[in-house]
């Protein structure tokens, strides 16, 4: 083993420290500010509340305890926000956290309208996708495909649908960091 390769392996465990700590060190920062914001700001701003933590994936358990501090201390309701915790816990591999969290944001079933979000289906793919259930997760992507014209969100969410049938074989984080 070259000395660079030597060196490189044993500062890896350091630098995934390093950030562990400084991963923390943001949270204990965004819990002290960030559970007194708006649910606008806190979930849908970039670089404030849990998307200052979310950013890249490297704190997605962090966001995600955000996320869970914020609904246990302000009693917010957004499904929203259940929907990003589900992709936080999905994100650092908590597959059973991130489905029960995404089970929480499904909508009563109703007859399909043209023009509509298919809302349900790209959460049932995500949870297939968690459940390594690839039939389920086809099915309901193609379910999200066929309303692409009807609805922006569709077209943005087949993306990433797409990316995890592409890396069906990786983990969330991964496939989700690799939409086309």
């Not at 708006?38 to 979930?43: E, G």
């Not at 086809?138 to 569709?154: L, P, S």
């Amino acid at each position: 083993m070259s000395t660079a390769l030597l060196l490189l392996s044993l500062m890896y465990p350091l630098c995934a420290q390093a950030q562990s700590n400084d991963c923390a060190a943001l949270l204990r920062e965004h819990l002290k500010t960030d559970l007194t914001l708006s649910v606008q700001a806190f979930d849908q701003t970039e670089g404030q509340g849990f998307r200052a933590l979310a950013e890249g994936a490297l704190c997605a358990r962090e966001a995600g305890d955000l996320i869970e501090a914020y609904i246990a201390a302000t009693g917010a309701k957004a499904s929203s926000l259940r929907w990003h915790l589900a992709q936080m816990r999905a994100t650092q591999g908590d597959s059973e956290a991130a489905i029960r969290a995404a089970r929480t944001v499904l909508d009563e079933p109703k007859d399909r309208q043209p023009g509509q979000l298919r809302w349900n289906d790209y959460v049932l793919a995500t949870i297939a996708f968690l459940e390594r259930d690839r039939e389920a997760l086809q099915r309901h992507r193609d379910a999200v495909a066929a309303g692409r014209e009807e609805h922006f969100g569709n077209a943005l969410n087949l993306k990433l649908l797409d990316a995890l049938l592409s890396h069906y074989e990786r983990s969330y984080a991964y496939a989700t960091a690799h939409i086309e």
